[in-house]
Every structure is written in C-alpha cells, then in structure tokens.
C-alpha cells in the first residue's frame, strides 16, 4: 500500500502540467488547488480501501488525478444553490424552494436592490421610517386587519407573538392541534423557547369550549388555536371554532391568536382546491392576531405575516426580539409587489406562480401531459414505453392538509434502464429534474412544468437514452 501511495503525483507535479496552467487562466487558484487536493485525496482513499483487498487496480497517473480534479473544478466553479425542474406536481414544496416568485415580484427585488431605497427612511418627512410601512397599508387593505406587520417566516411569527403576549404566562392550546410541521417547527417546543407554559386542553381527538373555559386562570396569557396544516383528524371529533374561541377570549379579556399556517387571499376552495377560509374570513372570525407564511399558498417569498389588533401588533413591532427576526429589502421589496397583485383576483391568479399551479384546468395539464408525451415519442426510442395516467398533485408545504389535486402525469418505462436508473440520471443532470416513481414508473407532473421545460425534460430524456 505504501509502495502504491509512493507512486501518486504530489501537487506540485500536478500544478506544472499544461492543462492547469489553462485552468490557472480561467479559475480562481484557490479552487484550482482545493480540486487537485481533493482529487489526490479521492485516491489515496481509493488506495486504502482497496488494501489487503487483492490486487488494486486503480490508475495512479498523473493523468487520472487530473481528469479527477478538472470533475471537482467543474463542481466547485458551479453555484451550490441553483434552478431545476420540479416534475413532481407538488406545488408548495419546501426543499425545493416552496413558491415560485411572480415576475414583478421579481423585477421589484431588482429594481429595489440596485440601488439605495427608502427601506427605513420616510420621504415626506426627510426622517427616519420604518421599513414595515411598505406592507402594512396594503396587508390591512387585503385582510380587513387594523394593523400589520411581517417577520421571517412563520415560525419566527408564531414565536415572536408567543414571546410578547404570554412570556412566564400560560398558553392553552388543544392536544388535538400540538402539531409537528416540516420537521422542524413543533408547536411545543416553539412555546417553549417563547417563555411561554403550555397549557394543553382536551384529547386529541375531542376538545370542548368547556375545557378551554376550565383552564383559564390569572396566569392566562392567550388562547392560541393551530391549523393542523399537514394533517386532519377525521372520525370522532370535536374542534372548538375561532368564532367560538374569539368570544371566550373576549368574555375573560384574554387574547386569541390563530396560527393559520399557510394562509390564502383567494377563496381556493371556489377552484376546487381544499376548503381553507381566506385570511379575511378567518379575520371575521374574531380572534385577535392571525400569523401565516409568505410562501405556502400566497406564494409569495418567505415571510410570516402578523396581522389584528393594533394594541398586540404594537407590542409586537416593539419586543426586542422582533428586530432579529425582521425582514430584509429583498423579501420586502417581493412581498409588497406579491400583494398588490391580490388587488386583482383574476390578474394575481395568473401571475402568481403558486395560484396558477394550483388552479389551472384539468385540460391545461392535459394539454402539457401530452406535448411531453410526443416530445418523448418523438425521440424514436422503441425501448421507451409512455402512458398518460390520471393520478393526484400534492399541494405540499403543509398548505391544505388532505388536498389531493386530480391531475394526468406521463409515465414512462424503459427497456433497459430501471426507474431508478432514469430518476437519477435526470436528478444528476443538468438542470436537476425532479420525478416520482410509482409501480416501476417515472412520472412526469405537468402541474409544475412549462412548456419551456417540458422541452428541457425531452432533451434531458434524448440525451440520457442515447447514451
Ligand atoms: C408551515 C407552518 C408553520 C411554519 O411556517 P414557516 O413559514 O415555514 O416558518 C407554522 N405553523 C403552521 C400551522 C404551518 O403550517
């Protein structure tokens, strides 16, 4: 073994070759110099393995640690966080980015980020400003809210409120609603963290108004209600309803809040699409601050927006915690743009990615499933078996927790390459292509793909069953 460690090039050798000195030209030398590295280690790794394992046969040239290293280049020169096509159909989808921003949104971060702005700077007044004053008017104007404001996502929301209306108080909150979200945000250790007691009431199944009433004491700081975003309880249930919770609230001067979790301006259900209130309604429902995501159903970029009652939105805005939890320019400049497109219900659902996805015809997908379809059949390849199936789309992102969208996938098999095979061929192509697999099947959701990437999916498909 060390006889064959001997034998590997040192990296000065490797940096006197012709072909580094071109790389020299074209890439920064730190990266030049982590890729050799790397690729010698890659081999004397290899070396190690293989020991005591028979005769290894791995090329220890200068030549190969080369061609390793320009692979490791090629990586390193690339962006880590990049675009790629999601064929799932799972509209919001958290590890891929959730919502697609709308192109205004787009060009607003642009246009507000080239140059300096008015982020906290009020113009008529030459004073300083406050930079939630560019959301607040027109999120009271789309919800009926007295007063607004938007920090980093949800779960900061969630823990901001928590933290200003209930720390060292008792939060009570239905067994059936302590719900996990993502993984990551779980409503009892959110609380926790907050300062806050939990005060769970009822089964996890039932919960009456009676057992909210029975728990509340002097120490009572809120009564918090929780979408069950990925979840439903069906069967034997009770829930107590905000309205019910708003005026028990009230009776006992003690404030409600709502974690709605995904939170949409459209009446989806009217599209077909769950049976979720709209911010307004659940407005109307009474309770006094509704919290939800930027980037579920608004989809919009990631934020969590805090609107109700200007004396809880006060003592938000001034808890110290709120200013490490506060929103960017570029969110900022996204977010403003995304809401003003709900001015116009008919114009937001077409320019906002996340709406469309969600609401377009049956016949729509159908019209993509099969321009995919001949684009595929058009590669001549008789190993290649395609079908157009019904199946169902996921809303994802813990958006609408049962919601099943009907929609018709391509679904495709191949002589010689198993679906898994092709799954990660195109996961490791270039763009990324993200399918399902279903019996033996790949399977291609147009409910998330555009024309101009149902292309991208025909060329990626040529190229993998040519070679
Ligand atoms: C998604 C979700 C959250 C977390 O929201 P983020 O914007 O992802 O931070 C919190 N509560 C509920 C009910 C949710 O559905």
Request: glycine content about 20%.
């Given at each position: 073994m060390q006889e064959l460690l001997r034998q590997l090039p040192s990296v000065d050798e490797v940096l006197k070759d012709d072909r580094v000195k071109a790389w020299l030209g074209t890439h920064p030398r730190i990266l030049v110099l982590d890729a050799i590295r790397l690729a010698l280690d890659r081999k004397r790794k290899a070396v190690i393995d293989r020991s005591g394992k028979g005769s290894p046969d791995i090329d220890l040239s200068a030549a190969a640690v080369l061609n390793g290293a320009e692979a490791i280049l090629n990586e390193l020169s690339e962006p880590s966080l990049r675009p790629l096509i999601n064929a799932t159909g799972v509209v919001v989808h958290t590890n891929l980015g959730r919502s697609i921003l709308s192109e205004a949104a787009i060009e607003r971060i642009i246009e507000v980020n080239r140059s300096y702005s008015n982020l906290e700077y009020d113009i008529q007044a030459g004073e300083r400003g406050k930079r939630y004053t560019h959301i607040e008017g027109i999120l009271n104007r789309l919800t009926g809210a007295e007063a607004a404001t938007a920090v980093n996502n949800n779960a900061a929301a969630v823990l901001l409120c928590l933290n200003t209306l209930a720390r060292g108080k008792e939060v009570i909150v239905s067994r059936g609603e302590l719900v996990e979200i993502g993984g990551s945000f779980r409503v009892p250790e959110v609380m926790e963290r907050s300062g806050a007691v939990l005060r769970e009431v009822g089964a996890t199944n039932k919960t009456h108004l009676k057992d909210y009433q029975k728990a509340i004491n002097e120490n009572t700081g809120l009564l918090l209600k929780v979408h069950t975003s990925n979840y439903k309880i069906v069967g034997f249930t009770k829930e107590v309803s905000p309205a019910e919770l708003a005026a028990l609230g009230k009776k006992h001067k003690v404030p409600v809040m709502w974690d709605l979790g995904s939170g949409s301006f459209l009446d989806l259900a009217s599209y077909g699409v769950g049976d979720e209130p709209t911010v307004k309604q659940a407005m109307d429902a009474g309770v006094d601050i509704l919290t939800f995501s930027g980037d579920k159903l608004l989809g919009g970029p990631q934020a969590g927006m805090i609107i109700g009652k200007k004396q809880y939105l006060d003592a938000i805005r001034s808890n110290p915690l709120a200013r490490a939890l506060r929103i960017d320019k570029m969110t900022l400049a996204a977010l403003e743009a995304t809401l003003n497109q709900y001015l116009d219900e008919e114009k937001a659902i077409r320019a906002i990615p996340t709406l469309w996805m969600l609401t377009q015809p049956l016949s729509e997908i159908g019209r993509k499933a099969d321009l995919l379809a001949a684009g595929i059949k058009a590669l001549g390849d008789s190993k290649i078996t395609i079908a157009i199936q019904d199946d169902l789309s996921q809303t994802g992102g813990?958006?609408?927790?049962?919601g099943k969208l009907p929609t018709k996938v391509v679904a495709i098999s191949h002589k010689s390459l198993s679906a898994n095979q092709i799954e990660s061929k195109l996961r490791l192509g270039r763009p990324a292509i993200i399918t399902r697999i279903k019996e033996g099947m790949v399977l291609f959701d147009p409910r998330t793909l555009n024309d101009g990437e149902i292309s991208k999916i025909v060329e990626a498909l040529r190229n993998i069953t040519n070679s």
């Open positions: 813990g958006a609408l927790p049962t």
